[in-house]
């Protein structure tokens, strides 16, 4: 039998309950092994604004999976130059005894066409496309593998929780709270 590998990619700046929540019930109702948070290394589509040094976000996903069976943290985009592509990183996590699930927001899947080496993203993986409530997704292209996870629907943002601390408001409870301290012990966020 192969292993049933999960790769959820992303920013995470920070990791929040909504990317937790995700990769949990991801691994559950597709029976996966492992669910691998992958925080990218130069994330090319965040080059507008700047993004928390590497080590803090992988020190982050660290702390958020530290309690969680099967979810784990990869640094496999963190230690890599350059732009993160995912393709690349399918083709360094693959092995002929492992398969494969891309672990995608309905937003994330939605931008799928901007990405680099598109065609060989389809040969290396099945998507899995996490909707909350009211979310529908489509399939990202003819002939891909892909599955559908319906998650709840807990509307939380990094972008939104970079913004609340700014601002001095609370996100207890909308992220782990080792990483609340973590956060407020690095001083991090605290301008906009
Ligand atoms: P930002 O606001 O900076 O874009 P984000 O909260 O969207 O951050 P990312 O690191 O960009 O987090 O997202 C990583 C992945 O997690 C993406 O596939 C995204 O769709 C998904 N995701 C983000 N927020 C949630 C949520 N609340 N519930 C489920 N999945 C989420
Ligand atoms: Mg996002």
């Not at 309950?17 to 019930?25: E, K, W």
């Not at 990869?74 to 891309?102: K, M, N, Q």
């Not at 700014?166 to 609340?180: H, Y």
Request: aromatic letters at 6%.
């Amino acid at each position: 039998m192969k292993e049933r590998v999960g790769v959820f990619g992303g920013t995470f700046d920070p990791v929040h309950v909504g990317h937790v929540t995700a990769a949990v019930d991801v691994r559950d109702a597709l029976d996966l092994d492992r669910v691998l948070l992958v925080p990218a290394g130069e994330p090319w589509q965040k080059a507008s604004r700047s993004v928390s040094e590497r080590d803090m976000r992988v020190d982050m996903a660290d702390l958020a999976c530290a309690d969680l069976v099967g979810i784990e943290v990869s640094r496999i985009e963190i230690d890599r130059d350059g732009p993160s592509v995912t393709a690349d990183t399918l083709e360094a996590l693959g092995a002929v005894d492992r398969e494969l699930f891309l672990i995608l927001g309905a937003d994330a899947a939605a931008n799928m066409s901007t990405w680099k080496r598109l065609p060989d993203t389809r040969l290396l993986c099945t998507v899995v496309v996490v909707t909350r409530d009211g979310e529908t997704a489509d399939p990202p292209g003819d002939d891909w593998k892909w599955e559908q996870v319906r998650v709840p629907r807990l509307d939380v943002s990094s972008s939104d929780l970079r913004d609340r601390i700014a601002n001095g408001r609370p996100i207890d409870g909308l992220v782990p709270a080792p990483v609340v301290r973590f956060i407020y012990k690095n001083d991090l966020y605290t301008s906009a």
